[in-house]
């Protein structure tokens, strides 16, 4: 159950008394999670810090069931020397976006992660591709006996959500002994999972339906495809966030092997989000074309027509896919 090679954090904290963290921009349910669980089991069991930040974008309504995700600085006008900061959940420091200046700035700096696109950017970096996430990487950083109900929920979450629930390949035997140990600090795990992962709005489950239905089976029925113009987002009021969970849904249509969907973000630009179940490594795909992420989650921005970015990105998989068979 334990990871290897890695000091727990009270070990990091000697001459400590100030510490940023931060996560990757457009953070998701294991960066807030990561994150914000590193704050509560700093701040509830090291006294004498004096000052634990956290910068994160703006934070998804859903993700506010965290205590203190309103005191999250979206600022980065101050120019703060942190004796240590934190990078949590982020495989390349350019996803830090304007926190970055903190990380170059600090006396020290250390980052913990999963992806297995992370090259390793801070002064100590702790990279755990076979862990189901950051949330999972860090708890065993921390004295078990010490973790809070809040910060326990925090991880719990960030499980939750990069696992789908304990349902996606990631999940190991360690990852659910984890889990076990967080949800006896007492907090609600199926509240959790409903109000973050689970639940959807009215719109929200306009926009899946609408995806679903006008996807289409390329590579002789082994890869799905869907997508958002911004026109659609507009029509329908949606932001990307209201976008979270449908390449997911897709990946569970019989027969395919991996899911592509993609949504425009600014004009012949495209945010791409990949998933595969078994054959197809997608983090080399998003790696290809200047993103990153897990084996069999991973995404990248593309520039392009819709129909050319699903061709360059087809012609990837299918090489993959032609390997496979070989």
Excluded: W
Excluded at 297 to 315: I, R, Y
């Amino acid at each position: 159950m334990k990871i290897t090679g890695m000091k727990k954090i009270s070990e990091e904290l000697q001459g400590v008394r100030t510490v940023g963290i931060a996560g990757h921009v457009r953070p998701d349910g294991d960066c807030i999670g990561s994150c914000m669980g590193m704050k509560h089991y700093l701040e509830e069991n090291f006294k004498q810090l004096e000052t634990v930040d956290v910068y994160l974008e703006e934070i998804p309504e859903k993700f506010t069931i965290l205590k203190g995700t309103q005191e999250v600085h979206r600022s980065y006008e101050e120019d703060h020397v942190y004796d240590l900061f934190i990078s949590l959940d982020c495989a390349d420091e350019k996803r830090l976006g304007p926190a970055l200046k903190y990380l170059q700035s600090a006396k020290r700096s250390i980052c913990y992660d999963h992806h297995i696109s992370n090259p390793g950017f801070a002064q100590k970096n702790f990279i755990f591709p076979e862990s189901s996430s950051t949330s999972e990487v860090i708890f065993h950083v921390m004295d078990e006996e010490k973790i809070s109900m809040e910060t326990a929920k925090a991880l719990y979450m960030g499980l939750v959500h990069d696992t789908g629930v304990f349902q996606y390949a990631c999940t190991r035997p360690e990852t659910l002994e984890v889990a076990a140990s967080l949800l006896r600090k007492g907090i609600d795990g199926s509240y959790i999972a409903d109000v973050t992962f689970t639940e959807k709005t009215y719109v929200q489950n306009q926009v899946l339906g609408r995806a679903l239905m006008e996807s289409i089976l390329v590579l002789d029925g082994n890869c799905i495809v869907s997508g958002f113009r911004l026109k659609d987002m507009d029509f329908y009021g949606v932001h990307p966030v209201d976008l979270d969970g449908i390449v997911s849904q897709l990946r569970q249509t019989k027969g395919v092997e991996t899911a592509i969907f993609l949504h425009e973000i600014g004009n012949q630009q495209y945010k791409v989000s990949m998933r595969s179940k078994s054959k197809v490594d997608v983090s080399r795909i998003a790696a290809y074309f200047g993103g990153g992420g897990h084996i069999r989650a991973a995404g990248c921005t593309m520039q392009g027509t819709f129909h050319d970015v699903v061709n360059n990105l087809t012609s990837q998989i299918e090489k993959q896919l032609k390997a496979e068979e070989a």
